[in-house]
């Protein structure tokens, strides 16, 4: 039965921790050796990109939506004319 891992994560204003299974505990350990970091950093960093790309993600759809609604309305105005 795998042992599970109780790994704390904290920024400047928030802690938590995180219920690992044993098994993603070990793949953790060869980019936190790499990376010289603890768990706790890693995954910290981890979260960290995860809500940069997220909201990258955000301003790319919104960008995008803002191009489609804007020439539509230029089409259909030179459909108009």
């Not at 936190?32 to 790319?60: M, P, W």
């Amino acid at each position: 039965m795998p042992v599970d891992s109780l790994i704390p994560l904290s920024t400047s204003n928030m802690y938590v921790n995180l219920l690992v299974s044993e098994g993603r505990g070990r793949r953790l350990d060869e980019p936190n050796a790499k990376a010289h970091t603890s768990k706790s950093e890693f995954l910290g960093q981890v979260a960290c990109s995860d809500v940069q790309r997220h909201r990258h993600r955000q301003k790319i759809s919104a960008g995008r939506d803002f191009v489609r609604s804007h020439e539509a309305g230029l089409l259909k105005h030179l459909e108009d004319a």
